[in-house]
């Protein structure tokens, strides 16, 4: 199996967990940042063992000048876009949520060109748009979103996933390195807003730290195999995913405007899956 076929198969791996975790987020008993707190550390506690096992500590201490980029990438891509997202989320609503960070693959083109030379080429951009319409039909439900107060906070959460990610791929770590160092950095940036707003435990959080574990671990072996535009915008499709596991989990109906969208969703999928990873030269 070549490189670009692993990348592929592991972005994929990184949407079904990406579709599994609202489930998990939503039944959040406790404040956003005491959730996110916990859960980032969790995921830490997960990977450094495997870090440990792979030996793999030892590129920090071989490469202590690398930390700084994870700290960057801690607080880029966990402490500041979660706290984004979290307030983002509760002053405008799920459906705007859901809409606006999809946005996400627009930042990952937008700094894949600009940060890490990636090309990007026309028909990938034409598939995003196929990716975005089809979400935006299958969350919206056809209706037009009302703009709320969090809708700015959203638009800038992908944007500092974004920004992480590309420091995370410049990084000279391991993927698991890297993952286990985002989350203790973010996680600890967390803790103190997470003490202020009422620090607690919950076993959906324990469930959430495993989740992020394995979702950054794949993550970040996909985009240290293909480009990282592509990569993002295969994870394009997570909130329509979201919405078929809430059908098969809690009944809810299907619609033809969730049909419209994974028609929409599917090409644009399988087109930009087919993109080969180059950079510009």
Known sequence: MNSETEGTLLAFA????LGLEPVVIKANPVSPFAFASLSA????LVLWPLVLLRSQTKEVLERPGEIKKTFLTGLFATAIAYSLFAYGTRLSSA???AIITRFEVFYSFLI???LLRERISGRAVLSALALIAGVFL????????ELLKGDILLLLTPLFWQ???AVAKKTNYSPLTIAALRNTFGGLLLLVPAVITGFAFTEFALAEGIIIALTQGLWYMAIARINLSKATAILTPAPALTVLISTAVLGEAVTAYHLAGLALITIGTLTISRE??????
């Open 14 to 17: 990184v949407l079904v967990l």
């Open 41 to 44: 550390i969790v995921a830490s």
């Open 95 to 97: 459906i705007n949520s």
């Open 112 to 114: 894949s060109w600009l």
């Open 138 to 145: 299958v969350v919206t439900q056809g209706e037009r979103p």
């Open 163 to 165: 920004l992480g990610h």
């Open 276 to 281: 080969e990873s180059e950079v510009v030269k």
